[in-house]
């Protein structure tokens, strides 16, 4: 079946540098969808991809998705401590989705 | 947040005693989702409903049972409750009507349910 894979698992950045958290998937896409979890929270939608190489920003968090639609990036710059949490990317077709296990972002202060 | 409670919020039980967990939306939703999320294992489909009466199984499904009478509520039904079956559970729900997104299936989740079969 599907699978999506996300690297890394942990993510510890220094507040102010930027970082990137990536997805692959085993084959090819419909579009990509992101989410984020805060700690002890639920998971919450961010954004959708859906055409290849198709490049959205959202603030200081921006997210690329693959010319093969099969990959996908979250690039934050200047992280802030509002950005702790796990990003979990899910790749699917229509209403059923496949999570990646999600990058945990920690940020020192 | 979209309209989705989940019931109970916390619970501990014993190996082998049935457990339900609810997830009741107000939000008319055709698609119903129950995920399980363990550490290093994100969030892991257990069983879908695209309809009243009309489930299918996801990929971690042995041992979990569904039911959706009406479209406000999905059941999820542990027969005969493991310790591996430790874990948080999420339900979401989706629908092509909401367009936040492109394509409209965004998922949005309820609280969670941390179940403990001990």
């Known amino acids: 079946g599907q699978q999506v894979m996300q690297i890394p698992q942990y993510q510890h950045v220094q507040e102010g540098e930027d970082f990137t958290t990536y997805c692959n998937s085993s084959t090819t896409l419909s579009n990509i969808q992101w989410y984020k979890q805060r700690p002890g929270g639920h998971p919450v939608f961010l954004i959708q991809?859906?055409?290849?190489?198709e490049v959205k920003k959202q603030k200081r968090l921006t997210f690329q998705f693959g010319e093969a639609k099969k990959n996908s990036s979250l690039h934050i710059t200047a992280t802030q401590t509002t950005d702790v949490g796990t990003y979990f990317c899910a790749g699917g077709n229509d209403y059923k989705l496949s999570f990646g296990a999600g990058t945990t972002v920690t940020v020192r202060a | 947040d979209a309209g989705i409670t989940q019931s109970p919020r916390h619970k501990v039980t014993e190996t082998g005693t049935p457990v339900t967990l609810r997830c009741h939306q107000t939000?008319?939703?055709?698609?119903m989702y129950w995920y399980r999320q363990d550490p290093g294992h994100g969030l892991r489909l257990i069983h879908y409903s695209y309809g009243v009466k009309d489930t299918d199984k996801g990929e971690v499904s042995d041992g979990y049972s569904v039911s959706r009478s009406k479209t406000e509520d999905f059941l999820l039904t542990l027969e005969s409750a493991t310790s591996s079956q430790t874990s948080v559970y999420f339900c979401?729900?989706?629908?092509?009507?909401?367009?936040?997104?492109?394509?409209?299936?965004?998922?949005?989740f309820g609280p969670g349910t941390r179940l403990t079969v001990t």
């Open positions: 979401a729900i989706s629908d092509s009507g909401r367009r936040a997104s492109a394509t409209g299936y965004e998922q949005y």
């Open positions: 991809l859906v055409k290849s190489g």
């Open positions: 939000e008319n939703h055709r698609y």
